[in-house]
């Protein structure tokens, strides 16, 4: 009796054991509306103070903190620079640093946009740095649209720009790479360029150029904090050029690997 009582208990605990979780990315996403004349709020703030516009997306990786353990599971390691190296509840995970950012960053500047709360910094120290000639046409070709976008920009001469302000949501510590990149996409769409249509490609530029880089070191609070977020993003699976963001193996998996259990 005192067995078969031990037995009930058993199945009793077994049949009420959590499922193990698995991370599927998220693949709904919100409609875009794309108003040529979105809301612009202007301030002129100190960058450190930005935080009060809308949250920086750098403060995704460096400010918050974990609070509760995912499905993506927790940070281990940085793998040569570029992937976080995860255990969650399944076996481990292995999530691309910058693809990762990329599509966090992407779904917030889609999301402000939509929402008309694509406010812009005013930089306090204008930055400067040289450019190319067709760099400097573009600027005069397409003020319409980096004034929609945030961006304060003028020319100083025919080979140096100066930028006043900048979107909120951006940082300014590789803004040269940034507004370079952007350039070149307005530069990459010619003359029939319009900003309604052409939207998507031109924040995915943004996402991209204002991301965490290949070898950018990260803590492991921040590599938490990061996939925290990715948890919360919509189509997390891939990023926005449709590279795979992240990878799950199943502690099966890896005894097959190596043949345990055989």
């Known amino acids: 009796q005192v067995l078969g009582a031990a037995q009930v208990a058993v199945e009793q605990v077994v049949s009420v054991a959590p499922p193990v979780r698995v991370f599927e990315p998220l693949q709904q996403t919100m409609p875009l509306p794309i108003p040529i004349q979105a809301s612009v709020t202007r301030y002129s703030l100190p960058l450190e103070n930005s935080a009060l516009l809308v949250k920086p997306l750098s403060d995704v990786i460096v400010r918050e903190t974990v609070t509760e353990i ?15 190296l995860a255990e969650n509840q399944a076996g481990i995970v292995l999530v691309d640093i910058h693809a990762a950012h990329e599509r966090i960053t992407y779904e917030r500047l889609k999301q402000a946009w939509a929402q008309k709360k694509w406010a812009v910094q005013t930089l306090m120290i204008p930055v400067t740095f040289p450019i190319t000639e067709q760099q400097a046409a573009t600027i005069e070709n397409e003020q319409a649209a980096l004034m929609a ?16 302000a900048m979107p909120a949501l951006l940082k300014p510590q590789q803004l040269e790479g940034l507004v370079s990149g952007l350039l070149e996409t307005l530069e990459s769409m010619g003359s029939a360029f319009q900003l309604e249509a052409q939207l998507d490609a031109v924040l995915g530029a943004l996402a991209c150029r204002s991301s965490v880089r290949a070898h950018q070191r990260l803590a492991i609070p921040e590599m938490n904090a990061l996939l925290r977020s990715l948890e919360q993003t919509d189509y997390s699976g891939q ?24």
């Open 70 to 84: 995912g499905v993506l599971g927790v940070a281990i390691a940085e793998l040569h620079g570029i992937y976080i």
């Open 149 to 164: 976008l945030g961006f304060d920009i003028r020319l100083l001469n025919a080979s140096t720009l100066r930028i006043d």
């Open 239 to 262: 990023c926005v050029h449709g590279r795979p963001v992240c990878c799950q193996m199943t502690l099966s998996q890896l005894d097959a690997l190596f043949l345990r259990g055989r």
